[in-house]
């Protein structure tokens, strides 16, 4: 049996590991203080899915150059 350690897919990685991080807790920042008006927080998600973007664009360029 694995060890709660480690997780059960090996290529998913932790949020917090990610560059994203800042962004996704300003999201989620956002979304405790204006839960009833989540259109408050677009700008949010906004940077947020530019950020993953680049995130995955540039880990497909890494792999590819190995």
Known sequence: MESSSQSSYPSASRISDSNC????????????EFSTDKSK???HFDVYKECKKKEVISHSNSCYNM
């Open 21 to 32: 991080y800042p962004q996704y807790s300003a999201s989620l920042k956002c979304l405790e």
């Open 41 to 43: 927080c677009q700008e």
